[in-house]
């Protein structure tokens, strides 16, 4: 494999271009070489360029957001719930089951798609689902099946409160009906 010279590194700077924009510190949000962490009000926002850069035209480069939710409870109507769910988000973002059993809220596009604003826009739009939905999704379905608070992934956790996105209005909102106080 021959990796391509400079494409992973170019998506790691546009996500530190994404992050400004939204108000982050990019150094500051790092998780690691490729990771960063960010929060809005109760959801805690993964961000993460995940490839090799092999690929001639930057296709196995993917940007990727998701903001772990709850655990998966026993209910037999749950999946079919986060499916109308997924249909309510129109395709911005889903939520999917971890092999552990827990829902994330996920959304990713291939790096030679997508420029920062875009980046920006998914971010924001993860955070703003997952702020929307996870709070009333626990209500609903039990606060036992809540993560551990500030669940962020199986690596080291960040010293510090992961840096809050300020609030990007109009530009970043999701087109169409944005979700109400919880779900349907």
């Not at 010279?5 to 992050?19: I, Q, S, W, Y």
């Not at 026993?74 to 059993?101: I, R, Y």
């Not at 840096?163 to 919880?182: E, F, H, I, N």
């Amino acid at each position: 494999m021959v990796r391509r010279a400079g494409t992973v590194e170019k998506a790691r700077a546009m996500v530190g271009v994404a992050l400004s924009a939204l108000g982050a510190e990019p150094d500051r949000a790092a998780f690691g070489p490729d990771t960063w962490l960010v929060s809005k009000g109760s959801a805690a926002v993964v961000i993460r360029v995940v490839g090799h850069g092999t690929d001639p035209d930057a296709s196995d480069v993917h940007v990727q957001v998701t903001s772990p939710v709850m655990r998966v409870p026993p209910d037999p109507g749950f999946s079919a719930h986060l499916l109308k769910l997924n249909h309510e988000m129109g395709g911005l973002a889903c939520f999917a089951v971890t092999p552990q059993g827990e829902v994330h809220l996920v959304a990713a596009r291939t790096y030679r798609d997508v420029g920062a604003p875009e980046i920006a826009r998914l971010i924001a739009q993860v955070a703003h689902f997952s702020d929307a939905y996870d709070d009333p999704l626990l209500e609903r379905y039990g606060a036992q099946y809540a993560l551990r608070p500030g669940a962020v992934p199986p690596r080291a956790k960040p010293p510090a409160p992961p840096p809050a996105l300020r609030d990007p209005g109009s530009r970043a909102a999701p087109p169409g009906r944005p979700p109400g106080k919880g779900p349907a």
